[in-house]
């Protein structure tokens, strides 16, 4: 359940990522259409992949996609930060979201396969419903995050969301291996 509640940092990036978007290239509307494009280009894209390594490991899953979600906050933050002409760009904005999309589908199969092979029959549903309570009193605490891009730039919450996703990598790393 730590694993999971530090894997959020990586669902709760996107909407910051949105948000960059729309600071640094004047909030275009085609900017908007880029991201949703690439967005739905990166869950089918990148479900057979993160599929495929998951049947191996599902701990091995979710290692990799917090480590480059985690790696990829710390690029937005540099190229923003130090004002990387590529950042005007709405193009740019769209290929890091869809990165973001595909690490964040790496995380979501991750854990949930991870989930399914720890539990026996007898103990699954507990699990869930247990992991799913803790989860949902964490998201509503990672509301704060919210409050921290009314006091911070924008690139700051990513980096910060970035630096617990690289949390979460080592954490995960850690785990048991369960893949039956």
């Not at 940092?9 to 085609?30: D, H, K, M, R």
């Not at 993160?50 to 899953?61: A, E, T």
């Not at 996609?65 to 190229?79: D, E, P, R, S, T």
């Not at 507990?126 to 009314?150: C, F, K, P, Q, R």
Request: no cysteine; charged share 10%; hydrophobic share 60%.
């Amino acid at each position: 359940m730590i694993a999971r509640a530090l894997l959020l940092s990586i669902a709760l990036a996107p909407p910051f990522y949105v948000l960059l978007a729309q600071q640094q290239t004047q909030g275009g509307l085609a900017g908007l259409g880029m991201l949703i494009i690439a967005s739905g280009l990166a869950s089918s894209l990148s479900a057979p992949v993160w599929g495929r390594l998951g049947d191996r490991s599902s701990r091995l899953v979710m290692v990799i996609a917090a480590l480059m979600a985690g790696i990829l906050g710390l690029i937005v933050f540099a190229l923003s930060t130090l004002g990387s002409s590529w950042m005007a760009y709405p193009l740019t904005h769209a290929l890091l979201y869809l990165a973001l999309t595909v690490f964040h589908s790496g995380v979501r199969l991750g854990r949930k396969v991870y989930l399914v092979d720890l539990a026996t029959a007898e103990t699954r549903a507990t699990y869930v419903a247990i992991s799913n309570t803790v989860i949902g009193i964490a998201m509503l605490m990672g509301g704060a995050i919210g409050i921290l891009a009314e006091v911070l730039a924008i690139q700051y919450v990513i980096v910060s969301l970035a630096l617990v996703a690289l949390v979460a990598a080592v954490y995960a790393w850690r785990l048991p291996e369960v893949t039956h």
